[in-house]
């Protein structure tokens, strides 16, 4: 551990005990992260949160609003002056305008603070008055937090790691044919390493969209102003015997320690060590559609998510958190809209068994963990139909790509959720027996009345067990 290291701690300590002197004695601040891979739908989670509690009227599950302990919620300017603003209400604009439409994705890390009154129960509430609770919502990157495997990695360990796993896959072949004829142990070339780098991002960016989740480092994707810059031109290369200094290998290995030291760990440092809450968005149904490769490496990319949860694992990240650590996990499915809500307590078993794994590190480290299936913003009415002599419980919304209204029967999940997972550990390319449906499907437009926010399918439930405990 360098000496940068030992003052980033001393700082963070510091802080850690002026937040928690603030919270006993002043207005008590909650900081939930919303983290999630690939179109998971942070942007739409965050924006109906905030919208439903701001206005409670669809939120009977949450206890605070039910009982009528949060007297108000409003918007106030956020804590960290260097972290872009959330933009919730342009997102909110798109979601419930006229002509509604998914926002667009954040790219970056964004937070937003929402301050509640809120009546505490009991004596002490006869005695204080209301209180005011700020929730500040961060939001980041799933991938970002996958780096985090890379801190305990070199650079030739990743490598062979790396292109192990690529070399089975289609998306992967434009890269490994740039690879043939590369001499790593030439003078560097830059023309040469920025062609890697650009056909290894292209690879990542195929990867995500084909389904994959072990798609890192995860700036690749999300590049922002570093785009173009050493620190992310880099590939991994195969390694040759005694490499030279100024060779292809050399300069691509101090890269690759570059951007741990510069990008990885200064993420972690700014935001991810002041988290108290968290919630992990998963496109679980968008897996399954993808088939049993695609669940299992979903299954292997939440284990390593939730290794950042554990910082016993990493010498440099405990340090860092000085004993502070997230309090509870909520592992949510998302898009449960696109199930009949017959198939929900099967979606959430999956769920469940999918993240055993990452809940059982999650359990090590003493945070309290929970799973279950919701959508932020509804965008389906269900409906029953016959065919061919049997009833089909079947969601209805409007197609995203054609705008036409359109019913789905995206198949039935199996009730032992082994079904999936076993045919996924053991490599099979398609499901036996069993074809599961997804469609792409537009917010529906909205009449909202006073007091009420977007509809929703627990999200409610999901702010109890996030923050319903510090609202009493």
Known sequence: ????????????????????????????????????????????????????????????????????????????????????????????GALTGPTPHWPDSTRAVSELRLSLRVQPAGLLGMVSGPRTVHLDIVDYPGEWLLDLALLDKSYADWSAETLTRVRPRAAAAPFLAALEGVDATAKLDEPVAKTLAAAFTTYLNDAREGGFYDC???????????????????????????????????EMERRFEAYKSQVVKPFFRDHFSRIDRQVVLVDALGAIHSGPQAVEDLRHAMADILGAFRPGRNAWLTSLLLGRRVERILFAATKADHLHHSQ???????????????????????????????????????????????????????????????????????????????????????????????????????TLKPGEGPPHIRLDRAAEFLIGDRLR
């Open 216 to 250: 890192t480092p995860g700036r690749f994707l999300l590049p922002g102003d570093l785009a173009g810059s050493p620190v992310l031109t880099f590939a991994p290369l195969p390694k040759p015997d005694r490499p030279p200094r100024g060779s292809l290998w050399r």
């Open 344 to 446: 929900h307590p099967r979606l959430t078993a999956i769920m469940t068994a999918l993240m055993r794994d990452a809940k059982d590190r999650a359990d090590f480290a003493g945070a309290e963990t929970s799973a279950m299936s919701i959508a932020a913003l509804r965008a389906t009415v269900e409906e029953t139909i016959t065919h061919d002599g049997s009833n089909l419980d079947c969601v209805r919304g409007t197609l995203l790509d054609s705008g036409k209204q359109a019913a789905m029967y995206p198949g039935t999940l199996p009730e032992d959720p082994a079904h999936l997972l076993t045919a996924a550990r053991e490599g099979q390319e398609r499901w036996l027996n069993a074809d599961y449906q997804i469609m792409r499907f537009a917010p529906a437009a909205l």
């Open 1 to 92: 551990m360098g000496i940068g290291d030992i003052a980033d701690g001393m700082v963070r300590g510091v802080e850690g005990i002026g937040d928690a002197v603030s919270g006993v004695l002043f207005e008590p601040v909650i900081r939930l992260g919303v983290t999630g891979l690939s179109r998971a739908g942070k942007t739409v989670f965050i924006t109906s949160l905030v919208a439903n509690l701001m206005d409670r009227g669809r939120m009977p599950q949450l206890q605070a609003a039910a009982g009528g302990a949060i007297r108000t919620a409003y918007l106030q300017p956020q804590p960290d002056d260097t972290v872009p603003r959330f933009d919730f209400e342009t997102h909110l």
